[in-house]
C-alpha cells in the first residue's frame, strides 16, 4: 500500500509570488490535513479535508487555501509569498474523520521563499 | 489558548540509557494525546493514549497519561542509535479541529 505523496519535495520561490503544492494520500483514505512545520513554531495545523469539503480551519491568514478533489487527491496554495512562509509543508491522511488517530504523514514539501 | 510543552527541547544520552520524555497540556475539551516520531521528515505514530493510568507499551516504547495532572510520559529503554530522532507530544481536541503539536524533544543517542 504506498503512503502519503507529497510533490514536490522542494520548492524555491520569491517574495510575492504564489505556490501550489499537491499531496495524495494513502488509497481508500478521505481525510487529508495540512500542517506546517518550522524551527520556531513547531507543527501548526492548517486545514483539513473530507469529501471535497474544507471540514476545520487553523489561524493562517487567508493567502493559505485548500482543495480537495473527487479522487481524494488535495492541494494547498499560498499566494503572495512572505519570507515567514518558509517552512516544511506536511500533508497527512486518514481513515477515520472522527479521531486523529494514526495519521499518515507524508515526507512534506520544504519551502524556500527568498 | 491551548497549550502543549514538551521537555526537555534536547537531549543527549548513550546507547544503553534509559530515557523519559514529558508532555504537558492545558487544552479544552481534551479527547487525546498523541505521541509521534519524527526522523528526517515524516512524522509516525507511537501511541494514542485517552485514559488516565493505562500504559501503552510497544517493545522498548512505553507511554501513560495523567488526565488529572494534565501530561504524559514517553520512556525508551535500552536505547539504540535509531532511536535518535525527534519526539513529537499532540494532543487532540474535541471537534476534530486538527492537533495541537508540542515543539517537541530532539533525541540523540550516540554509540
Known amino acids: 500500500k504506498a503512503g502519503v505523496t507529497q510533490t514536490p519535495r522542494y520548492l524555491i520561490k520569491t517574495r510575492g509570488q504564489q505556490v501550489t503544492l499537491s499531496c495524495s494520500p494513502i488509497?481508500?483514505?478521505?481525510?487529508v490535513s495540512w500542517y506546517q512545520q518550522t524551527p520556531g513554531q513547531g507543527l501548526q495545523f492548517l486545514f483539513e479535508y473530507f469529501s471535497e469539503t474544507q471540514r476545520n480551519k487553523g489561524n493562517f491568514p487567508g493567502r493559505f487555501s485548500g482543495r480537495q478533489f473527487s479522487n481524494s487527491r488535495s492541494e494547498m496554495n499560498v499566494s503572495t509569498l512572505e519570507l515567514g512562509d518558509s517552512a516544511l509543508y506536511l500533508c497527512?491522511?486518514?481513515?477515520?474523520?472522527?479521531?486523529?488517530?494514526?495519521?499518515?504523514f507524508g515526507s512534506g514539501t520544504q519551502l524556500s521563499v527568498l | 489558548e491551548d497549550k502543549v510543552v514538551q521537555s526537555p527541547l534536547s537531549l543527549v544520552v548513550h546507547e544503553g540509557d534509559t530515557v523519559t520524555l514529558n508532555c504537558s497540556y492545558e487544552v479544552t475539551n481534551f479527547r487525546s494525546l498523541l505521541w509521534y516520531k519524527q526522523e528526517k521528515k515524516a512524522p509516525t505514530f507511537l501511541f494514542m493514549l485517552t485514559s488516565s493510568g493505562i500504559e501503552k507499551k510497544s517493545g522498548r516504547l512505553s507511554s501513560i497519561l495523567d488526565k488529572k495532572e494534565l501530561f504524559s510520559i514517553l520512556n525508551i529503554t535500552a536505547t539504540q542509535t535509531g532511536d535518535s530522532a525527534v519526539y513529537l507530544c499532540?494532543?487532540?481536541?474535541?471537534?476534530?479541529?486538527?492537533?495541537?503539536f508540542g515543539k517537541g524533544t530532539h533525541l540523540i543517542i550516540q554509540p
Open positions: 488509497s481508500g483514505h478521505r481525510s
Open positions: 497527512a491522511s486518514s481513515a477515520n474523520t472522527a479521531t486523529n488517530e494514526k495519521l499518515f
Open positions: 499532540a494532543v487532540e481536541r474535541g471537534g476534530a479541529d486538527g492537533l495541537t
